[in-house]
């Protein structure tokens, strides 16, 4: 079981880059799932969440410029990022809480995909 994020790149100040994070494995369904961030010297932080039904939960510095948005069939999700600022720069972490397969039953776990790194250049 794992999540496999990409997208991440250099872009320009004012310029947008689209994140996606894909869940795989012995998976018997996907509940929440998010992105976050943490920059160089700092702590990680909350990008966006969303849930299984659509709700959608964003950090205040993103609000308006970033959306979110999962495909349960994939269990995918996928973070589009505009207006992107240099502040934005940072390793970017999807996360997701999985029900997972088991020989006998299932069991919750939470999930942590490899991370992908934006840089927004001024």
């Known amino acids: 079981v794992q999540l496999q994020a990409s997208g991440g790149g250099l872009v320009q100040a004012g310029g947008s880059l689209r994140l996606s994070c894909e869940a795989s494995?012995?998976?018997?369904?996907?509940?929440?799932m998010g992105w976050y961030r943490q920059a160089p010297g700092k702590e990680r932080e909350l990008v966006a969440t969303i849930t299984r039904s659509g709700r959608t939960n964003y950090g205040d510095s993103v609000k308006g410029r970033f959306t979110v948005s999962r495909d349960n069939a994939k269990n995918t999700v996928s973070l589009q990022m505009n207006n992107l600022k240099p502040d934005d720069t940072a390793v970017y972490y999807c996360n997701g809480g999985l029900v997972i397969r088991q020989a006998i039953g299932a069991r919750q776990s939470d999930q942590w995909g490899q991370g992908t790194e934006v840089t927004v250049s001024s």
């Open positions: 494995g012995s998976i018997v369904l996907v509940d929440d």
